[in-house]
């Protein structure tokens, strides 16, 4: 870096949660990820948040916040059931490994 570089490039992880350095940074990631496939199956099935609402139960305003990212209060297990209501399968997969010798706690991601 020159003294005329007003600015470092750095490499991230690949969750911008982490590093951001926000709590449950993994969680954070993989509730996005299930409300960006919530938005994509209403996009792809040409669905309103008014339809979506008569197929699964799920209020329109839930709609509305997914679509803007809005997820406090959205859990995990409520996105995957929004999912399925919208006929589509999540898949997870689970691994269990011992710590690593740091003490990080949490659960990582792998993206398909």
Excluded: C
């Excluded at 470092?8 to 993989?30: C, F, S």
């Excluded at 209020?59 to 959205?74: C, E, H, M, V, Y």
Aim: charge should be neutral; glycine fraction near 8%; aromatic fraction near 4%.
């Amino acid at each position: 870096m020159t003294d005329d570089d007003d600015f470092e490039l750095i490499r991230g992880t690949g969750n911008v949660y982490a590093d951001l350095g926000m709590k449950e940074p993994e969680q954070r990631q993989l509730r996005a990820i299930l409300a960006g496939e919530i938005s994509k199956t209403l996009a792809t099935d040409n669905l309103t948040v008014r339809a979506a609402e008569k197929i699964t139960g799920v209020a329109a305003a839930d709609f509305s916040r997914i679509r803007q990212a809005k997820l406090k209060g959205f859990t995990i297990d409520r996105l995957m059931t929004i999912l399925d209501r919208l006929n589509r399968d999540v898949q997870v997969s689970v691994s269990v490994l011992p710590r690593k010798v740091d003490g990080q706690a949490g659960f990582h991601l792998h993206p398909a």
